[in-house]
């Protein structure tokens, strides 16, 4: 993916800063006044030299040594789109329809790929109403794009893993979204593709011994609800905490069963750190094409950079600082019936974080990646991970609740300042910009520009 800038960095930002103080980048001269040439100052063209994409590999992750390996790559590109590893869907809204995948009751219908949709950017196009994901249940967030994935530092809206391939384990092991277990996952790659994980990984325990491993089906997997007098909950199967199945198991055996889920989520780690937005129309501009941005995209880029305040929190080549921030955000309903109220973020993401067994400081990791802080702080209450805005022009809502419908309420938001009668834990950081009409048209038509072509057809479809 690599590419050689047209002109260098300092070139690129000379060349456009003379252009801006000559001319105003604009190219008509003249312009009316609703259209007017953009314009700017030394300090927004330096900060925005500084947004240049960057193509070069993600950062090693020392907590998994398949992270960059080949064959770990295309054995995590067919897991990613395998059903296989989920259990029965639980939620009475998957009637079969279109946007759901399956009908209640239904087992192995839930993959990586129904809530990362790779036509749609890795994010959720799929599910009713494009806002939070239906798989197994309803999610209570919104399911962010895996493009750019590989940079950032903690992971979740809330930071409550650490690495991408705890992180997938989360989610099989979650009834709102595969409703498996790592028993059942570690069971069905022995079933489905032993010979791939032992090429990578060495030799797999028998995990066909019904006498030391219970055998569980899609059908039997994972977890059922069931009615109680003190209300609704769920028995499970498979996993710490059952009780029964995963419990049950000798401590070596939970080990090694552990050990074949944990290195399934490091292959799919090695396929999604290939997943990149690539460079738009906005980095051809920053490497001197002057014609590659129309003056309100310009107009905006001197905004982002300038009077609307975006950098610190959207700075950097990913445009994302990939850290936790407070916006004031009081939730809303979504998909009909879904409110995410009172929801801490990252004050309570990453304490769970910090006592994780499966955190990359724990026994199953290859080593820590270092990310997590010694404690959560008050600074955290209320708080969710920035967001990039690489490639997320096409999204089909925003915010963590997936409350927003477009970027131009997304930016509407930001500008009165957020949300100041509450609602929401913490202490928003947000106050008013007062932007004109034209200038919030500006900022949305900047990051229009941000669109890169994404990854290669090869990684969008099963291998």
Not at 8 to 23: H, K, N, P, Y
Not at 38 to 48: G, H, K, N, Q, V
Not at 225 to 234: I, K, M, P, Y
């Amino acid at each position: 993916m690599a590419r050689e800038p047209n002109v260098g960095a300092t070139g690129a930002t000379g060349a456009l800063l003379i252009a801006a103080l000559v001319c105003g980048c604009g190219g008509g001269g003249g312009a009316a006044t609703d259209d007017p040439d953009p314009s700017f100052t030394p300090d927004e063209m330096s900060a925005l030299a500084g947004l240049r994409y960057d193509d070069g590999p993600p950062p090693a992750d020392p907590s998994n040594r398949v992270a960059d390996d080949p064959g770990a790559q295309l054995f995590g590109q067919r897991l990613f789109f395998d059903p296989a590893f989920s259990g029965r869907l639980l939620e009475g809204d998957n009637d079969g329809t279109s946007g759901t995948l399956g009908q209640r009751g239904d087992a192995g219908k839930v993959s990586c790929s129904g809530c990362h949709v790779p036509t749609g950017g890795f994010v959720d196009i799929r599910s009713p109403h494009r806002q939070v994901s239906l798989a197994a249940q309803w999610t209570m967030r919104r399911t962010p794009t895996l493009l750019e994935v590989a940079f950032a530092p903690l992971y979740n809206w809330d930071g409550r893993r650490d690495a991408i391939w705890n992180q997938a384990l989360g989610v099989m092991e979650s009834n709102r979204e595969f409703n498996g277990g790592r028993l059942f996952v570690a069971e069905q790659l022995f079933r489905l593709h032993r010979s791939e994980y032992e090429a990578l990984f060495g030799a797999m325990p028998p995990l066909d011994d019904a006498s030391r491993f219970p055998a569980l089906t899609p059908d039997s997997a994972g977890c059922v609800e069931v009615a109680t007098q003190q209300g609704s909950t769920f028995v499970c199967r498979g996993q710490p905490g059952d009780g029964a199945d995963y419990d049950g198991l000798a401590p070596a055996d939970q080990t090694l069963v552990t050990t074949v889920a944990v290195n399934a989520t490091k292959a799919l780690e090695a396929f999604v750190r290939q997943l990149r937005c690539g460079s738009g129309r906005f980095d051809q501009w920053l490497d001197g094409d002057t014609t590659a941005l129309d003056r309100s995209e310009q107009r905006g880029a001197a905004l982002f950079a300038g009077k609307a305040g975006c950098l610190p929190c959207h700075g950097g080549p990913r445009l994302t600082d990939g850290a936790f921030h407070n916006v004031g955000l009081s939730p809303a309903t979504v998909a009909v019936a879904i409110e995410d109220t009172d929801d801490r973020g990252a004050a309570a993401g990453v304490a769970l974080a910090l006592t994780d067994p499966m955190s990359t400081a724990g026994v199953f990791s290859d080593g820590d990646r270092g990310q997590l802080p010694v404690s959560p702080g008050p600074a955290l209450e209320g708080a969710f991970r920035t967001p990039t805005l690489r490639c997320t022009a096409s999204h089909p809502s925003f915010m963590h609740t997936a409350q927003l419908a477009t970027l131009d309420q997304v930016v509407t938001f930001f500008d009165r300042g957020g949300d100041p009668a509450g609602g929401y834990p913490g202490t928003s950081e947000l106050h008013a910009l007062g932007l004109s009409d034209r200038e919030r048209a500006d900022l949305v038509a900047f990051m229009g520009a941000l669109v890169g072509p994404g990854p290669g057809a090869d990684l969008l479809v099963a291998p």
